[in-house]
């Protein structure tokens, strides 16, 4: 079986991985040149466990290849980007529809077409079916349309993909049984067979309901700095009962999903989506929050207390995942109001952020934005010979004890220093 998949990102790659590793023929196709130059040569343009030796070994045996353009094949796969419309916030399905105007020439009579890109509902019945239709395909008896959303966390996206539950919604039961085998290659999860429509609105919702829960922790570490209570005791106290489970604030959300899907169910009823808008609204509440209140950290030090050092820009940790990061509305939050910023994030070649020991040369405050490990036990010995003032604010919450001359901010004793 012959397997085409549009898009080698996040998701695209690693599932072509997975299929190649299953004994399929895998074409991977990206518009980007240089990433298909260096797919070809068994080079993952992504940070992900297990990725890189999967796609090294799929070259070497000739179970994959990438391309810019499109070929013949027996099943199609998009997993291209799918950002959402600052108008009305609508799903922006723009790349999604270039995806499947692309394959068109090659499609026969008997393929499979699977989007697997987060889409708002019934973008599949109403947008990308009648696509195919135009070309003279009938949907359900000479090809076969669903969508399979993704549901994977990154960092543990090839053992998720292997052993997550699959969503498969065709637009008939004919194409979800098509498309359901096509993911049996290699699922070991329960693959679960419903309608298009259905299963665009359960990703949408998976995704709000994360997005709702993490607005909700986010309002009480403003509460908590509002009259000047441990939010964080607060949580850890409440988690106590058996049905709560408050999730951690942060410096706000990013990702590919929890920061856009919640847009695609709003946009569809924006007059009953109440919760999810204002869920989203607190979320991008969070990065004026981080900025605020280090400037108020700030302003009890001398004027002279004027370098930052951001440690981490990825918004999930341990990945180089930087997609609607929060911590870039913070750094140029910070910047705007005068402040020198020295960026620390080991997971990024980047020629604009510093090592190490660069990076906290001279700083006055720590903000640590990304919960990676390496954030977790902070050589201490080597902070205290080189920053000006030894203060560090914890956003993510990862650090329990610092020395005792330093001071540890997070969103449990913020009310004590903003």
């Not at 343009?45 to 090294?56: A, F, Q, R, T, V």
């Amino acid at each position: 079986m012959k397997i085409c998949i549009v898009g080698q990102g996040y998701i695209g790659l690693p599932t072509a991985a997975l299929f190649a590793k299953n004994g399929c023929e895998v074409l991977g196709v990206d518009v980007n040149e240089e990433i298909v130059k260096k797919l070809n040569q068994g080079i993952a343009h992504i940070e992900e466990p297990g990725i890189s030796d999967s796609i090294k070994n799929a070259v070497e045996e000739g179970h994959y290849h990438a391309s810019s353009k499109v070929e013949e094949a027996d099943t199609f796969i998009i997993t291209v980007p799918t950002p959402y419309l600052k108008e009305d916030l609508s799903c922006d399905l723009t790349y999604v529809i270039s995806a499947c105007k692309s394959i068109l020439d090659v499609l026969k009579k008997g393929n499979i077409v699977i989007i697997e890109s987060t889409i708002a509902p019934m973008s599949t019945d109403e947008i990308i079916k009648p696509i195919f239709e135009k070309k003279g395909f009938v949907i359900g008896k000479d090809l076969f349309l669903a969508h399979c959303p993704e549901r994977v966390l990154p960092g543990q996206i090839m053992e998720e993909l292997v052993n997550n539950n699959r969503i498969v919604g065709g637009i008939t039961e004919e194409c979800s049984r098509k498309a359901a085998d096509i993911y049996r290659t290699f699922v070991k999860g329960e693959i679960i067979e419903t309608e298009a429509k259905t299963a665009e609105l359960s990703k949408c919702m998976e995704n709000t309901f994360r997005d709702v829960n993490i607005a909700l922790a986010n309002e009480l570490a403003k509460i908590g700095a509002e009259i000047g209570v441990n939010a964080l005791d607060v949580i850890e106290m409440a988690n106590k009962h058996p049905r709560v489970n408050i999730h951690s604030p942060g410096p706000g959300v990013g990702g590919h999903c929890l920061a856009i899907d919640p847009y695609f169910i709003y946009a569809k009823a924006p007059d009953v989506a109440k919760i999810i808008k204002l869920a989203r609204d607190t979320n991008n509440s969070m990065p004026g929050f981080v900025i605020e209140n280090t400037g108020k950290i700030l302003s009890n030090l001398d004027k002279e207390a004027k370098k930052i050092s951001v440690f981490g820009v990825a918004y999930k940790g341990n990945t180089d995942d930087a997609r609607e990061s929060p911590a870039f509305e913070i750094i140029t939050g910070l910047k705007t109001a005068g402040y020198e910023i020295a960026i620390h994030d080991p997971h990024f070649d980047n020629s604009e952020y510093l090592d190490f020991d660069e990076a906290i040369k001279d700083s006055s405050l720590i903000l640590i934005l990304t919960d990676h490990d390496q954030f977790k036990d902070l050589d201490y010995d080597l902070l205290c010979k080189n920053m000006k003032t030894k203060i560090i604010f914890d956003t993510k919450n990862i650090i329990k004890e610092v020395p005792e001359d330093f001071t540890l901010i997070n969103y449990g004793n913020l009310y004590k220093f903003s």
